[in-house]
Every structure is written in C-alpha cells, then in structure tokens.
C-alpha cells in the first residue's frame, strides 16, 4: 500500500511537466543551420513541363514564373497537371547528390507562386496526388529519404502569390481586381502550412517568398502558426509584413562585399533559372561555386544552391556533374565551412579569404601566392601553420614581424611553390585565443591599399550617415545626394606614386544589370586634389557576383613621399539624375611601378 502511494504521488508530481512547453532558445534553434552553411533549393513544379517554353514560343526569364511571364490562362496551366508524370523520379538519388555535395539541409517547393502543391493535400486538390497521373506524394518521399540520410528537410512555400486562387495576389490577367487575401490566408495558407508542418516529420525550416502586400499582422500570423506547430522550425526571410524572421535573405544570387552580421543565407542558381528550362545551359563552374561557397562562408552566411529537375523527375546531368565536383573539394576542406564564423577581417582579400573556428584561422587562397602570402594586421600569435589537404599537418614556416614605429603586425607565411587545390586552397592557422585584427586599413603586400566603401567613415554634414552596401554587386544603394562624404585613414609603409581607382558596381536584376555614370567627384588626399567623371575606363568580371561587373573609372594619380598614417576622403560634387545613383564600392590606390 505505501508503496503504492509512492508511485502515486511521484505520478502527480510528473503532471506539470507533461503540459510545460519546451521552450527553445534562438541559439537553439538556429545550432543545426549555422552548423550546416550549406544546403540544397529545389524548384520544382509543373512548369518544369514547358520548362521554359509555351506553344512553341521561347518565353524570357525564370522558369517557375512562365504562367506570368506568358500570361497562361488559369484553365491551360491547370491542364499541365494531367501531362505530370515524373516516373523517374527517386528520392534516394536526390538527397544523395545534396549528400555527396556536403550539403545538410535540402529546401523544395511544397507551393510556389503557380498554386500547385507538390504534395497531397486536403486543402485543394490542385496537388500532386489527386491532380496528377504520377498520384504520388513526392514531398513524402523526400522528408523520409532526408530523415534516413540525417539531411534536414525544409519547405519554400509561396505565402502571397498564388496565379491559381482568385483571392491569391498577382494573377492579374486572368482574375478580377478586387480580392480577399484574408479569406485566401485563412482558407488555403494556414491550411496548407499545417498539413506540411503535421505530416511530415521534423521540417528544418519554411521558405517564404515575395511577401507582397501582407501585413504586419497577417505575416505574424503566419509566424505563430508555425511556432506553435514546430517550435524549433526556422523562419527564413522573406515572411514579411516587417516580421522579424530567424534569418535574412539576401537578393537572389547576390553575395555581399562585406560581412554581414547576424544569420543570413544567400539563395542562388546554378545556371539562370530555378524552374528546369530546357535551353538554359549556362551553367556556372564548380570552381566558382566553390570559392563563392567558402566567401560566403567568411563573411557569414549559408550558401543555397539551387537544381531545377526535369518532368521526368531527374536533377539534369549538368547540375548533378557540378555539385560533384564541388563535393570531392568539400570531402577534403569541410572543416574550414561546417561550424565556421565569419572572418576577423572586415573585408574580401583579393588572394580569398578566411573562416574561423576557435582556436583556427582557414585562409582559402583561390589565387595561389608561390612566392609566399602577407597577412596584414593580424595581432594575435600564431602556433602552427599547415595545409588542410595535408593529413600529416606538416608545418609550414612562417615568419611574425612587428614594425614598432608603425604599430603594425605582418605575418608572411612562405607557401609551397605549388597550389594543393587549383580551386581553392585552404591554409590553417592556429592561434591563440580570440583572434585580434589591427583596426586601421593596411596597405596590402603587393603594395595595393584598398579602400571598402563600408569600412569608410560617411558623413553627411557634421552627422554620421550609414551608406548600404548590400546591395547587389556590393555598390552603394541609393546614394542620391551630394552631401554625402566618405573619409578612410590608412597606414602606408610603401610609399609612392599612385593610381586612384574608382570602382561602381552594376546593380539591377540578373537578367539585365543596369549602371550609370558621368556622376562629377572628388577625392582629397594628402594636400592633393583630384577631380573626376565616373565613366568605365574598365568593366570587370567579378567572381563574387557573378551577374553584377565592377566598373573601374581611372581617376588620376597621388603621391605620398613619406610612410605614414593618410587620410583620403571621397565626395560627389554632381550626381547625374536617374534612379540608380552613385554605386560607389571602393577605391584602389594601386602602387605606379
Ligand atoms: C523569388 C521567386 O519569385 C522566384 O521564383 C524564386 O523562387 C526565387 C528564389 O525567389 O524571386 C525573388 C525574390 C526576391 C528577390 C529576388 C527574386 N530579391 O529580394 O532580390
């Protein structure tokens, strides 16, 4: 009997914990993501069908967006639904090529802005299962394979535009103006967000996309409901309404000039398109997927490369060859990506650029120094220095040298005569405790100061003003007015003659960058004064942003006599009128030989 009442009251005493909600921290519930830094998008849907072509015509843009771009009417483009036979589709291949890429989380399209669900669904029946001769739920098999593989499985689900729902936004060409996106929210999204967040497992993450004209309170209620469904699912960023999301986006394949801080992933494609367009083949080398792979990485964010698989069901050969070939540099290098923050430099380098982990520095080096590397500026010490892709971690020489009249730190490190990688060679560094990086701006060892747009003082007047430079191609955003002036303070030990290089950067979508120039400058320095038109002396590939090319305007030449401690200050006098503005990047004082 006592014993009895033991076990009783030990029961009572259980209750409250069965009802208490776990809560889960923020750190929590972004551990996995910021571990992963790198995942798998895909877009697929059924205008993988015309992919990218409608009777007969070849229709311009990305793929997924054809029902619009060729104004399909809603009753043809449901019809694709019967044509939907993905008969060799198989889940195990799919989560095997974002497996062998190094990939960890894989985002599909469970609705994108056509209407159409990839899996079964109550809600409507415009879905795979009930709409399609293939009736089967590709959603399913994929959250199960991912679960089997240890892959996170996450959903992109298009929250506004909906070119099926006559209460969805954006299908203007086949619906009447007037619509009730509540009713829409509360008939079809909610719905919908809650079969995908009840039926399938754990869901790593909801994708949302182009939020329109959602409000504050109806993207808050979207974000409650996936909290209350899923507590440790992630918000991605695009939610919006001024919702606060777990994580930022950037704008589709852009990768900032900068570190950005916070979490934030770049979504981005492999060719032009994120829907399967047949005759899109232009596709980007893994080579610089890769280095884009470990730049992102240093400047903090999580790559998401994007495959658009054909009607058939198969990821195109071409896609499955590149993220290959990317997974053989991942199996050697992972550890300078998985886990990695960003680096302690607040600028790219134009040799590459750096990870860290406690304790270790990783220089990725895409542009090989035989004649040795020069780190500017790092104070911490360093232990040991050796190749990633040497098992052996055999030391490599390294010298420290601190010039005490200049308060500076170099670190030349002398690498082997030849790369390890032709992609992108990964150096270790380990150091001692936190790494310490000297504040003021160094002249680089090739004898270069680089000057960042985001590492300037600006000022407008006597207040300080804060310049975006986020933006695609990493260029101002909006800098509309003349009163707006950037200032740097720089170290020189190499003195000399040099070329003042004034770099914009193109901006705009993709498929159709835009620049402008004839804007009128100045640029003070050293009791020298420069007056120059922004206009492209030179256009520049930029390996980093892909679609969106530097622009270098040659703006004359500077002398300083004597190392020392300068100051060089950037103001426009006349701004040529125009939406885009001044795209101010950087400047380059580039030694004369
Ligand atoms: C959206 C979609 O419209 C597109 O079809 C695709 O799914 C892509 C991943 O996301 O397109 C966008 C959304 C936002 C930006 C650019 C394209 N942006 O912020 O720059």
């Known amino acids: 009997m006592k014993k009895q009442l033991f076990v009783f009251f030990i029961f009572i005493g259980l209750i409250p914990s069965l009802f208490a909600q776990k809560s889960i921290t923020q750190d929590e519930r972004m551990q996995w993501w910021r571990e992963a830094r790198f ?65 960890k989380y894989l985002t599909i399209t469970a609705k994108h802005h056509d209407g159409f669900a990839m ?31 240890g892959i996170k499985i996450c959903f992109y689900y298009s929250q506004s535009r909906d070119w099926n729902e006559p209460n969805g936004l954006d299908n203007e060409w086949d619906f009447p103006k007037e619509r009730d996106f509540q009713k829409y929210l509360d008939e079809k999204v909610k719905p919908q967000l809650t079969e995908l967040l009840t039926n399938y497992g754990p869901i790593g993450l909801i994708w949302f996309d182009t939020p329109m004209t959602i409000s504050k ?138 990870t860290q982990k406690p304790g270790k520095l990783y220089l990725g080096i895409f542009d090989w120094k035989k004649n040795g590397l020069e780190i500017e500026g790092l104070k911490s010490k360093v232990k040991k220095v050796y190749l990633l892709a040497d098992q052996s971690k055999k030391s490599i020489a390294f010298e420290e040298i601190y010039d005490k009249a200049f308060d500076h730190h170099r670190l030349k490190i002398k690498l082997p005569l030849l790369a390890p990688d032709k992609v992108l060679s990964v150096v270790v560094m380990e150091i ?25 003082e ?26 707006t002036k950037l200032t740097w303070k720089f170290k020189v030990d190499k003195p000399g003659i040099f070329k003042v290089n004034i770099v914009t950067s193109e901006k705009g979508s993709a498929e159709s960058p835009t620049w402008q120039g004839d804007h009128l400058v100045k640029v ?53 009128e125009g939406k885009l503005g001044f795209t101010f990047r950087e400047i380059y004082l580039t030694p004369v030989k």
């Open 524 to 576: 003070i320095v050293n009791g020298q004064e420069l007056q120059c038109k922004i206009v492209a002396d030179r256009k520049e590939f930029n390996n980093r942003s892909h679609y969106w090319r530097k622009i270098f305007t040659n703006g004359g030449r500077i002398t300083f006599d004597k190392p020392g401690t300068y100051q060089l200050t950037l103001l426009p006098i006349e701004l040529t």
């Open 217 to 354: 309170e109806q993207a808050q209620s979207l974000k409650e409901l996936v909290r209350k469904l899923q507590p440790e699912c992630i918000i991605s960023g695009r939610i919006g309404g001024g919702i606060e999301p777990d994580y930022a986006s950037t704008g589709d394949n852009a990768v900032p000039a900068t570190i950005i801080p916070g979490d934030w992933e770049t979504p981005a494609t492999l060719n032009d398109t994120w829907g399967f367009k047949k005759n899109d083949t232009k596709w980007k080398s893994a080579e610089d997927l890769t280095r884009l792979l470990f730049d992102i990485a240093s400047k903090g964010g999580n790559y998401l490369l994007n495959v658009g698989p054909t009607p058939d069901g198969l990821i195109p050969d071409a896609s499955v060859k590149i993220l290959a070939q990317v997974g053989e540099w991942m199996k050697i290098n992972n550890e300078c990506i998985y886990g990695t923050m960003s680096s302690p430099f607040p600028v790219e380098f134009e040799w590459g650029n750096i």
């Open 119 to 149: 899996f079964k669904s109550n809600v409507s029946k415009y879905n795979i299962v009930d709409a399609t001769p293939y009736g089967k739920d590709v959603i399913k098999a994929l959250a199960e394979e991912c679960q089997k593989q």
């Open 432 to 456: 001692d405790g936190k790494p310490q990086v000297e504040e003021s701006i160094c002249q680089q060892a090739n004898g270069t100061v680089y000057l960042p747009g985001v590492m300037a």
């Open 39 to 103: 995942g798998m998008f895909i877009h697929w849907g059924l205008y993988s069908i015309p992919g990218g072509e409608w009777k007969g015509k070849k229709i311009s843009g990305i793929g997924e967006w054809i029902m619009k771009r060729a104004q399909i009417p809603v009753n043809e483009y449901r019809a694709l639904a019967n044509q939907f036979n993905p008969i060799k589709f198989n889940a195990k291949d799919f989560v095997m090529v974002a497996k062998n890429a190094g990939m």
């Open 458 to 483: 600006s000022m407008k007047g006597d207040k300080l003003v804060k310049l975006n430079f986020s933006s695609r191609g990493g260029g101002a955003d909006n800098w509309m007015d003349v009163g």
